[in-house]
């Protein structure tokens, strides 16, 4: 009769001639330990290790999988191991820096006032004495935090609304018109201009607008808004175009005029996108160095004034204190605060990255019942 | 609160493109007509272009007249925005707008032209505009929430709630029901049939039952061939047209011998 009775399960036909599950951990914990032993005859070096014990495990569990499975499916393991490995590797140098600029930032992030004092009157003796007598380290990042954070503003005030009405021209006026087609090749070149000519435009142009030798926040955020512009346009307008042309038509249809169906349908259906395209563009050119170095030049008091005198930023402080170490005979103390600062700007772009997450997460059509 | 529509003459194109050829048709006021035939013969065309639709689409253009109770649509000096709110607008896909609330789904053709409205008056609105649509006791307590959590069929119901919100003499409807199941199909013919006491309805459908049932006129639309202008080959009472058709190509359309 029927199998019902039957005390034995025999295995399904329709799972036969596969790996068992733990396959692929026996593999890696086979070649990790072959592996060690290579690496043991020719001398160990962690990175070598890991290098040999992947080629191992990737030929291991492909033969295995040839021999049991057979063809597919070992293609199938060998691109995934393919697939996975490629991940580790772009993977590895983003955790190395992460852990680098942790490791060396830390002791100079917790130095007390290393947030709210700047570098004014911290000359060499004081650097000498703390490595000589083990006194705390003196001088902060203040003055460079306020001229990153003023800045980086002043750029966003003057590339979001250049950027976001160039992609609403493009996206919504354009259609195709011989101005549109040069807006977007201008873009495009623009996209690609180094950051150190985008600094010599602004001091060109403020040399010759205001007067030579004007060096102010105000000059380094044109510089950056130059940079930003492009990144604004691409992004808004890739993310009106995705608006789909049926909520226009919805609009027009209602008798809705051009200008309010963009402000009111199109824009909001968009902004999640828009916003963390500008956040992105943000992150982009708040660590610029080199733009900067020529258009605000470099402070160690505070200014929260863009608009006159020379201003510090992050990266400036963290390039002159490499360079020009505040106690040439005793650089670490220089170096701690550089990489204090180094830290504190990745520390910024995570958090705007996750601002922008964020944003778009508040901003994003809703749904649900 | 209706008006009629008179179509002279009318040529529609795409850039050099004869699309739609010498069109002539009067619309009744405070009636259904229904606009049949095979996919491409410029039926969606030509409905757009009884609210200046068309416009939207780069290169459209119309050569002609559209005669709103006698006043010309494509004369000089006139605004396709007031066109469009005289002749609203039902599109073949459902469309609420995503950002919004069912509330704010039938008030936008208010809000989004900025006239002010007290709470009251726009409550009564949405009540008034959602009943309308038959829409009203599926949805009255969860106007807060976004449109377009609704059905399919509810969502295409908000739709038309959004067009008669705006108090239009002319309700266009391109294929309403051709993205929906048979039951909300109903719900929107039974609809339809209400709607012809106040508005002037035209619709565009390929269901010829369709047709059949919500319609006091049938335009039937044909096209010799790719590449030829689509035409309008006979209109006349539904009746009359779906059981004698002066055309022969209606009669082949209709009895299902092409098409």
């Known amino acids: ?369 | 609160m209706s008006k009629r529509i008179d179509v002279k003459d009318l040529n529609v194109y795409y850039g050099k493109f004869l699309a739609v050829e010498d069109v002539n048709i009067n619309i009744e006021a405070k009636s259904v007509t229904a606009f049949i035939g095979p996919s491409g013969c410029g039926k969606s065309t030509f409905l757009r272009t009884l609210n200046r639709m068309h416009e939207v689409i780069p290169g459209a253009r119309v050569e002609g007249e559209v005669l709103l109770d006698g006043d010309n649509l494509y004369g000089p000096g006139v605004d396709p925005v007031t066109v469009r709110s005289q002749i609203g607008m039902v599109f073949q896909r459902p469309n609420p707008f995503p950002t919004m609330s069912i509330r704010d789904n039938v008030l936008a053709g208010v809000k989004l032209n900025n006239q002010k409205i007290s709470k009251g008056e726009a409550d009564a609105l949405v009540e008034r505009s959602l009943q309308g649509a038959n829409l009203w006791n599926e949805v009255k307590d969860r106007l807060a929430k976004p449109g377009s959590g609704l059905s399919g069929g509810q969502q295409q119901r908000l739709c038309i709630a959004r067009a008669i919100a705006v108090e239009p003499q002319v309700i266009l409807m391109d294929e309403p029901c051709s993205a929906l199941d048979p039951i909300s199909t109903l719900a929107i013919e039974d609809l339809i049939n209400d709607l012809k006491d106040q508005y002037t309805v035209v619709i565009v459908t390929h269901n010829m039952q369709q047709a059949a049932r919500v319609s006091d006129r049938t335009a039937f639309f044909n096209i010799a061939g790719t590449g030829k202008p689509g035409k309008l080959i006979e209109v006349g009472d539904t009746h009359t047209i779906f059981s004698n058709p002066t055309q022969k190509a209606t009669e082949d359309y209709v009895s299902g011998r092409f098409g």
């Open chain 1, 1 to 369: 009769m029927t199998s019902t009775l039957t005390p034995v399960r025999k295995r399904s036909a329709l799972t036969k001639g596969q790996l068992p599950k733990f396959a692929p951990y026996v593999v890696l914990v086979l070649a990790l330990v072959v592996g060690a032993a290579i690496m043991a005859v020719v001398g160990f070096n962690a990175f070598g290790w890991g290098i040999v014990s992947a080629i191992l495990f990737t030929a291991g569990l492909v033969g295995w999988s040839a021999a049991v499975e057979g063809g597919r499916k070992a293609k199938d393991k060998l691109a995934t191991c393919l697939v996975v490995g490629s991940f580790l590797v772009a993977l590895l140098p983003l955790i190395s820096v992460i852990l680098t600029v942790l490791i060396n930032g830390l002791p100079g992030l917790l130095d007390p006032g290393f947030l709210s004092t700047s570098m004014n009157g911290v000359t060499g003796a004081f650097d000498n004495k703390s490595v000589e007598q083990g006194a705390p380290v003196m001088g902060g990042i203040y003055h460079a935090l306020v001229g990153t954070i003023q800045i980086t503003l002043l750029a966003t005030v003057i590339s979001v609304p250049v950027g976001l009405l160039t992609a609403v021209y493009l996206v919504e006026y354009g259609e195709d018109r011989p101005l549109a087609r040069a807006i977007t090749f201008f873009v495009d070149v623009m996209t690609g201009i180094p950051s150190i000519v985008a600094g010599l435009f602004a001091a060109a142009f403020f040399f010759a607008v205001v007067g030579p030798g004007t060096k102010t926040g105000a000059v380094a955020a044109v510089a950056l808004s130059v940079l930003m512009i492009p990144v604004v346009v691409r992004s808004s307008e890739e993310m009106l175009k995705i608006v789909p042309n049926e909520l226009r038509e919805a609009a027009y249809a209602l008798g809705v005029r051009k200008w309010r169906t963009i402000l009111k349908v199109v824009i909001p259906t968009a902004i999640s996108g828009i916003a963390s395209g500008v956040t992105l563009a943000i992150a982009r050119v708040i660590g610029e160095t080199a733009p900067i170095l020529v258009t605000a030049g470099f402070a160690t008091s505070i200014n929260t004034n863009v608009f006159s005198g020379w201003m510090a930023s992050l990266p400036t402080f963290i390039y002159t204190q490499i360079l020009n170490p505040t106690s040439p005979s005793n650089p670490d103390p220089s170096s701690q605060r550089a990489w204090g600062a180094a830290l504190v700007l990745i520390i910024l772009v995570m958090l705007l990255n996750l601002g922008a997450r964020l944003i778009a997460r508040i901003f994003a059509p809703k749904t649900g019942r």
